[in-house]
């Protein structure tokens, strides 16, 4: 069986000359992937516990223990990248305040690089980090008190300052907002990969491994619409056997992300139908945001099972969305 969302709103993003728009692309790229993936998986727990091969007792109990079990190496990690942001902006700041006051005084030395997080007790390193940040303050008060000196002495002029100023930051201001971008984005990706890696053993803990077969990434639908509106989208289920197919369309109930709350709603025409080998026919999924259901700026999850067309049934994410109405 063959599978063609309708219509298809793919926008390729073009890359651009600085490197921290292309770490932005991937990091986003990640993301999505991430999040398909654990929708998937998301989307098996719930089939499973509506099957009945598993209770939601023992899911809230597998929880539990995999948080526990988890604890000490999330909160490392998370203090890793906290770290690592914090320092690094005091770093990045110390190095473009010396870089520009070296234009009027004398040099004196690098600015030393903040501990690298990863050496750290997770027990102190708000004392350490704290140090480093004092460290770093006392050497820009001092910097900044000769400067005066210097001024008063009528050794460094205003102008002189201004022109300094302007020829730094013409020079230099590209490269600080690029360190600070690219700071940022680390630190991003470090959060998106622990919340992703985290969440990915929850599932395999609960679920086992997944193979590779249910491991193929999912379609999505998006239902989205105006809160009160009825929202519609259309695919192509293509039948490309040699023989002819009973296709069958079953939709789940939505979930809300944000509560948990089951929504009966929605309907796909046609929802059964036959197809000769080759023969193709649209269908549709429609479902009403209506407020008494569907909160408004939440997500809610669903899930369409296409079987008869091929060896194993094709799994359609949805997700409706209803923005509230102006």
Known sequence: MRLRLLPLNTVAAQPQAQDWTRRFLE?????GRGYDRVLRRYNEL?????????????????FRAYLQEQSATSTRELVEASVGLLAGLVYIEGRHREAMLDGLLPHEGI??????????????????LSKYAAEQSARAVARHQK??????????????????SKRYLAESA??????????????????????????????????????NARAEVAPILDLRGSSGDGVTAGFVVENTRLVPADVVCSMSDFVSRSTGEVV????????????????????????ELDAA?????TDYFG????????????????????????
């Open 27 to 31: 990091l986003a790229a990640e993301a």
């Open 174 to 211: 590209p490269h600080f907002v690029g360190e600070v971008v690219e700071l940022g984005m680390k630190f991003a990706g470090q959060m998106q990969r622990s919340s992703a890696t985290l969440a990915e053993g929850l599932y395999d803990r609960i679920l086992g491994t997944e193979s």
């Open 46 to 62: 719930l089939t499973r516990v509506a099957d009945g091969d598993l209770s939601p007792e023992d899911v809230q109990g597998q």
């Open 111 to 128: 600015v030393p690089p903040p501990p690298a997080p990863s050496t750290l007790d997770v027990a102190n390193w708000f004392e350490v």
């Open 293 to 297: 259901r569907f909160a408004p700026a």
């Open 303 to 326: 899930m369409l099972r296409i079987a008869g067309a091929g060896e194993r049934e094709t799994i359609v994410q949805l997700i409706a969305h209803a923005e509230a109405a102006e």
């Open 264 to 287: 009966a709603a929605g309907e796909v025409v046609p929802s059964r139908f036959e197809l000769a080998p080759g023969e193709a026919r649209d269908v549709a999924v429609h479902v």
């Open 147 to 164: 400067l005066m000196e210097r001024i008063a002495a009528g050794e460094i002029t205003v102008d002189r300052i201004n022109e300094q």
